[in-house]
């Protein structure tokens, strides 16, 4: 075959533009939205689990811990919200793992697109589905008598800070998807994590109330510090310091998982 026939066989066309980061990490959230949309069962984290872990604990355990549902509801609440959307973020991790097990991941990397496009699109419908569980859990809590002291502004303020933290902490689980070979066993190793540190935490019970050598461990548990800054927030009792802890605990997971996350990426095998 000559040149000439070459010419004639190839396209002559200018080559489409490679695609922005933005484009990319976009198209990537709505590949995310539309398996939602054909697999609606995964949104059952989000909407039935909250529903479920606020009326078990607030109506199993209220009376028993506070004398009464009603005001254990006002304790309790912003600790379900945090427990509920912190073990929501290791699907995103599970989500990812599952594309390099089908082998879609490998083809994604052929692609000229911007590398980290492809976990930056997911965790940004995550984001959504952490808001979406959220509100669900706040609107459920003031049918059930919730009253945040601080008012709109304050739960706002409170689920903000939640959903920054969640950020940061599902870059662990996107790096742990990167090196575990199942999603059976990310499922594992990520509730060996994460259900010692809600449940050893204070989401349920003052921690003065709890043995001296637990408290230790209570205290400086990032769970307890995000519970305690969300509480606050929501009753109006936040200090900066409490504020601030959450915020430097969510940058050093960033600074740390984040790098090492995009590391494994580029030269996973």
């Known amino acids: 075959m000559n040149n000439k026939t070459l010419r004639e066989v190839l396209a ?17 959230g709505w590949r995310a939205l539309l398996k939602i949309k ?15 872990f606020l009326l078990m604990f607030t109506y199993l355990f209220g009376g028993s811990i506070a004398g009464s549902t009603g005001d254990y509801l006002q304790f309790i609440l912003p600790g379900i919200l945090v427990m509920t959307v912190t073990m929501i973020t290791m699907y995103t991790g599970i989500a990812l793992n599952s594309d390099i097990t089908k082998g879609v991941y490998d083809r994604f990397r052929t692609l000229p697109i911007w590398g980290p496009s492809v976990l ?16 669900i859990l706040i609107v459920l809590g003031m049918i059930l008598g919730f009253h945040p002291d601080a008012g709109v502004w304050g739960v706002l303020a409170a689920i903000s800070l939640l959903l920054l933290f969640a950020f940061s902490l599902s870059w662990i689980w996107i790096a742990l998807a990167l090196v575990i070979r199942t999603e059976q066993t990310l499922a594992s190793v ?35 510090l995000l519970v305690t800054a969300v509480r606050g927030l929501m009753h109006g009792t936040a200090t900066f310091e409490e504020i601030g802890w959450v915020l430097l605990a969510s940058i050093i997971i960033l600074a740390i998982f984040a790098p090492l996350t995009m590391y494994l990426y580029r030269n996973k095998e």
């Open 120 to 135: 930056v699109g997911g965790l940004l419908i995550d984001v959504v589905r952490f808001a979406m569980a959220s509100a």
């Open 12 to 28: 002559t066309g200018e080559r489409p533009k490679k695609p922005s980061a933005l484009s990319a990490s976009l198209t990537f």
């Open 190 to 224: 990520s509730m060996m994590v994460i259900m010692p540190l809600t449940f050893i935490s204070n989401v349920f019970v003052d921690p003065d109330t709890l043995p001296g050598w637990l408290q230790g461990f209570v205290d400086v548990n990032p769970i307890s």
């Open 38 to 52: 054909h697999m609606p069962e995964q949104m059952f984290d989000v909407t039935a689990m909250p529903i479920l």
